[in-house]
């Protein structure tokens, strides 16, 4: 099976001070549907390539949760994590925070809503990449939303191209890397686990 190693959202201890890296239940269920086993990528190793280098994944999910800036443990590991799979060729799926964080590292940048739009409001996206409306047999699909920042167009890093588009405010929802195997999508693939996730998901990673 292949080996995906996944990032943590920080959280805060209700009873006491400590910080603790969290996880969905979802996503180990999510990663058995396109024949993964999870492995965890905590925000406090010291030495985080050795690390890599002894687990030898087979891709890197960039989970979602918190903003950029809000938790710096995290920030710094995920860009490691980046520079980690571009010099091995690892793939890379960001999920909402992780395609915010992928494309701040690529040089965009990321635009922030005062309304609802965006949270808790599932809605209707455009594929417009043949590659990926094949893949999911399907140029229009439904997704969920839970976030406040967006990237539109012309906040979006040069190189990276999108291929899906938000209904309501033509946004974008899904990007890939020009030249590198990484795939961003703003909605959260885990949490409603549908077909065309897991195909979209399951593309990046079984192609490595």
């Known amino acids: 099976m292949l080996k995906i190693g996944i990032t943590f959202r920080i959280t805060n201890a209700e009873t006491y001070d400590e910080k603790r890296d969290s996880l969905s239940h979802d ?3 999510f990663l058995e ?4 086993i999870p492995i965890w990528i905590p925000n406090s190793v010291t030495n985080l390539e050795q690390f890599l280098q002894e687990v030898d994944l087979d891709g890197i999910i960039l989970s979602g949760g918190d903003n950029i800036g809000q938790t710096p443990e995290r920030d710094k590991t995920e860009i490691k994590l980046i520079d980690y799979a571009i010099n091995n060729n690892i793939p890379i799926f960001g999920v909402c925070r992780g395609m915010q964080v992928l ?3 690529f040089g965009g940048e990321q635009e922030f809503l005062n309304t609802d739009t965006h949270v808790g409001n599932n809605h209707s996206i455009k ?3 043949e590659s990926f409306s094949k893949l999911i047999n399907s140029t229009d699909v439904l997704v969920n ?3 406040r920042n967006i990237i539109s167009v012309d906040s979006l890093a040069e190189t990276l191209t999108p291929f899906a588009f938000s209904d309501i405010d033509n946004t974008v929802e899904a990007f890939v890397h ?3 195997p990484i795939i961003g999508v703003m909605w959260h693939p885990e949490r409603e686990q549908k077909l065309f ?3 979209i998901v399951g593309s990046i990673f079984k192609n490595k």
């Open 27 to 29: 996503w180990p269920v």
């Open 33 to 36: 549907k396109i024949q993964a």
């Open 103 to 105: 494309n701040k590292f």
């Open 127 to 129: 594929i417009k990449n």
């Open 145 to 147: 939303s839970y976030h």
């Open 178 to 180: 020009s030249t590198l």
């Open 197 to 199: 996730d897991e195909k």
